[in-house]
Structures are given as structure tokens and as C-alpha cells.
């Protein structure tokens, strides 16, 4: 392999090597992954706190196009993600294929050429982006925690006001320590810790849903959503529309890590691919319940003035203490989902620093922390250097959520439906022209119209977000 290809690669392989007992078929440390581990990765990256905001989302959709979308999306993320799965090993063989260990590895052995460049700019592009937006996410819960605590203490009409920056430091601190732990495959736990918590902030916010909607005495909302009139206008009517529908799209999607959980399964049987398909069935369907309960109901008890975050935007004051926990649900969640999505950028990083400098001490040597940890001083600088990066622009601007939303809209299409789908055709020679061939292009060009019209609504919020801009403001 070339030193250009290389440096497109990246590795999740575990630190220590074993004896040949202790090895797949590739020769890498045998992996130990379950239909249940995969599962945790997936809820993990995927039950964001953005499931918070579909309260938002529905409202500017209504009642009649709000759910029926978020079922939409749900399908069209688990088909486009069983298509993926099919290409973890190449050849069309799902059990004695040649492994893909990345979704750039599959991308070049299916597809090849500029292909596998605009994928590795995109998704990493991607994975940075999302650094940052957990990054400020966890400062606007760590700073609900003490807003809520002031509006107990000093009435609702106080303003409580603080600064976001001393919490993102916090957060980047948490993040440098965690950012150690060597791959991909190793941090199962956190992500089954953060899966619980995302369960658990989820559920809080449901309960309070549920309990405004009956103190109001029934349902609010309009089949419509937001009516244009009253500081609405037409323009904003539809960008706030295209942007919900993002939104919901966005908040099923986690292509961009799918292989890189997939290469933590352990070898067959059953295939690899078999068992994501599994465990994509019960990460979409888990993930489904949760956003149709929490997004219908938080519209349901606000109506047309749902908060853009149940928690974060106080649509509720009391009980405060059980604010705070689910504020700090959050965050907990938001430190495993920052690794999850990290650690295949770590490792690509290091991957090619190995490649490009094999001889050097600095970046090969570990010092070994007993019988189960080695500390890399590349490792250790490197990560670290990046969380304070992300940390620093974070601060630097407070409004980079709609940028990842912009991100998002531009990643969505390429990541999440047109790589799949063409890579499945190559993978299982769908005859161009056949009535399969012909219903997977539709299907991707429709995914395309959504991502454009997505991105038309999140620049929309960049340019606002701009007029207003002060850095370090938060």
C-alpha cells in the first residue's frame, strides 16, 4: 500500500498483541464485541441530547408531517445502514472477505479514486465538527444545572446569567483523560454508561412532557405547526421547516462511525454483518420510541412555544433537583459520545504518523501502565492538543452549534445514503438499469434533495448566528 493510501487509513486495532490463540483472521487482536456492545455505540452516538430539541422540530412541522417524517427517516437509516454493513468485508464473501476496518477502507476497495479523498474529507470534516458541538452542548447543560438552581433560589424573573466558558474547560478537562484510552474497541463500557444516561435524561424529559400536558388539560399543537403571522413570517415559516426536517434526518445518522463499530465484532459465525443488522434493528427501533415519545410529547405540552431544548431552554423551572439530574445525564452522555466519535479520528492520525515516521521513539514507544494499559507520549500529546483545539474554538465561537448543523446537512446524503448505496450495488452487481438499481438511485436522490434544502436552513442560522457574533462571548 502506498504512503498516500495509508495516510486515508485508519486503524482501530487494540494496543497488545498476543499469542496467535489471541488472534483474528487478519492477524489483529481477536475482537470481543457483541450484538449488545455494537448497540451501545450506536444508541450512544445517536441519542444525542439533541433528542431534546424534536419537541422544536415537530412544532415547525405539525402534528400532521412531524411524526410521519421522524418514521421516514427512521427506515431510510436503517436500510442505507444495513447496505453499509454488507461492505465491512469485500467480495461480496460476509464471513471469509477481506476486512474493511474503516468506512474510507470500504469506500476504497468498492469504489476507489477521488472517492475515497471527498470521504475522508467529509467524515473527518464531520467528526471534528461534532468534537466542538458536544463540546458547547455540555456547557449549556453544566450551565442549566446552576441556572436552575438560581431560578429555585431567586425566582423565574432573575436572569442567572453566567458564562459558558469555565464549563467547556471543565468538560475538555474530562475529555483529555478519557481521550487516553488507546481504541475504539476498549471503550465499550463508557458507551454502554452513556447509553444508560441518555436513557435516563430521555425518560426525564418524557415524564416532564407528560405531566405538562395534563396539567394543561390536554394536547397543543396544530396539525400545521408553526402558523406564519405573529413574529413568523413566510420566509422564516420554510427555512425553520427545512431545518427541522434536517434535524430530524441528522438525529438518526451515525454512518460515519458504523464500520469502525462493526470492526469491534467478534469473528464470525455469525457474520459481522449479521450482527449489525441486529443491532441496528434495536438501536433504530429503541432510538425511534424515545424520539416519537419525547419529541410528540414535549409538542404536546407546549404547543407552538416548544423550547428548542426541554431541559437547556426552560420550558420547565420545577422540580429543580430533577432538572439537574437529567442536566447532568447529559453531559455525562456527552463525554462517552465525544469518544465514540473521536476515537476513529485519533486513530487515523496515528495510523499515519506510524506509517510516515516508523523509526521515531516518540511517536512508537508506550510505557506500559500495568498488565491491561500502555500510555503513548504521541498518543498523550496529540489528543490532548486536539481536545484543547476543539476546546479553544468552542469558546472561540459559541455559535458553531449551527455550523455542525450546516456539517450535518452537507454530510448527510454523501455519508449516510449515496457511499452505501453505491458501494452495495458494486458489492452485490446490481445490474444498472434494474428495477433494484433504479429504486436505490431514487431513493438517493430524494436523501439529496433533503440535504440541500437542509443545509439552505442551517446557513440561514449561521448568518443570523454571524450579526450577533462576539467571541468568547458564551
Known amino acids: 500500500m502506498s504512503k498516500k493510501a495509508a495516510a486515508f487509513e485508519v486503524s482501530v486495532e487494540a494496543g497488545n498483541h498476543g499469542s496467535a490463540a489471541w488472534l483474528d483472521d487478519d492477524g489483529r487482536p481477536r475482537r ?53 454493513a454488507e461492505c465491512y468485508r469485500s467480495g461480496g464473501d460476509p464471513v471469509a472477505g477481506k476486512r474493511n476496518y474503516t468506512y474510507m477502507d470500504a469506500v476504497r476497495a468498492s469504489l476507489g479514486g477521488a472517492k475515497v479523498r ?19 452542548a455540555a456547557s449549556i447543560s453544566m450551565q442549566a444545572i446552576r441556572r436552575a438552581d438560581c431560578f429555585h433560589e431567586k425566582g423565574h424573573k432573575n436572569p442567572c446569567r453566567s458564562s459558558s466558558n469555565p464549563y467547556m474547560i471543565l468538560f475538555g478537562v ?37 405531566f405538562q400536558t395534563v396539567a394543561n388539560g390536554g394536547f397543543r399543537g396544530s396539525l ?10 413566510s420566509t422564516q415559516k ?27 465484532i467478534k ?70 459520545a465525544y469518544q465514540v466519535f473521536c476515537q476513529p479520528l485519533f486513530a487515523f492520525v496515528e495510523r499515519y504518523a506510524a506509517s510516515r515516521w516508523p523509526d521515531s521513539a516518540f511517536i512508537t514507544k508506550e510505557v506500559k501502565l500495568g498488565p491491561f494499559f500502555a500510555l503513548s507520549v504521541f498518543r498523550l500529546t496529540w489528543r490532548t492538543a486536539f481536545v484543547c483545539v476543539t476546546t479553544v474554538t468552542a469558546m472561540l465561537l459559541p455559535f458553531f452549534g ?41 431513493l438517493s436522490a430524494a436523501c439529496l434533495v433533503v440535504s440541500v434544502a437542509a443545509a439552505a436552513g442551517s446557513i440561514a442560522d449561521v448568518i443570523d448566528a454571524l450579526k450577533v457574533y462576539r467571541p468568547f462571548s458564551g
Not at 118 to 136: D, K, P, R, S
Open 32 to 84: 470481543t464485541g457483541t450484538v449488545w456492545t455494537a448497540s451501545a455505540h450506536i444508541i450512544t452516538a445517536v441519542i444525542g441530547s439533541g433528542v431534546l430539541s424534536l419537541a422544536w422540530a415537530i412544532a415547525q412541522l405539525g402534528w400532521a408531517a412531524g411524526p410521519a417524517v421522524m418514521l421516514l427517516f427512521a427506515f431510510v437509516i436503517y436500510y442505507t445502514s444495513t447496505l453499509l
Open 118 to 136: 471527498l470521504c475522508g474529507a467529509i467524515q473527518y470534516a464531520n467528526l471534528f465538527g461534532v468534537a466542538i458541538g458536544y463540546t458547547i
Open 174 to 210: 474530562a475529555e483529555v483523560v478519557f481521550s487516553q484510552i488507546p481504541d475504539f474497541d476498549q471503550i465499550w463500557w463508557l458507551s454502554i454508561v452513556a447509553a444508560v444516561m441518555s436513557f435516563t435524561y430521555s425518560a426525564i424529559g418524557l415524564a416532564l412532557g407528560v
Open 224 to 233: 400545521t405547526g408553526v402558523a406564519i403571522g405573529a413574529g413568523v413570517s
Open 238 to 264: 420554510i427555512f425553520r421547516s427545512l431545518q427541522a426536517f434536517g434535524n430530524i434526518a441528522f438525529a438518526y445518522s451515525y454512518a460515519i462511525i458504523l464500520i469502525e463499530i462493526q470492526d469491534t
Open 267 to 336: 469473528a464470525p459465525p455469525p457474520s459481522e454483518a449479521m450482527v449489525m443488522k441486529k443491532a441496528t434493528m434495536i438501536s433504530v427501533a429503541t432510538t425511534t420510541i424515545f424520539y416519537m415519545l419525547c419529541g410528540c410529547m414535549g409538542y404536546a405540552a407546549f404547543g407552538d412555544d416548544a423550547p428548542d431544548n426541554l431541559l437547556t431552554g426552560f420550558g420547565f423551572y420545577e422540580p429543580y433537583w430533577l432538572l439537574d439530574v437529567a442536566n447532568a445525564a447529559i453531559v455525562v452522555h456527552l463525554v462517552g
Open 402 to 442: 449551527d455550523v455542525v448543523g450546516l456539517l450535518g446537512a452537507v454530510s448527510f446524503w454523501p455519508l449516510t445514503v449515496y457511499f452505501p448505496v453505491e458501494m452495495y450495488i458494486v458489492q452485490r452487481r446490481v445490474r444498472r438499469g434494474s428495477t433494484r438499481w433504479v429504486c436505490l438511485q431514487t
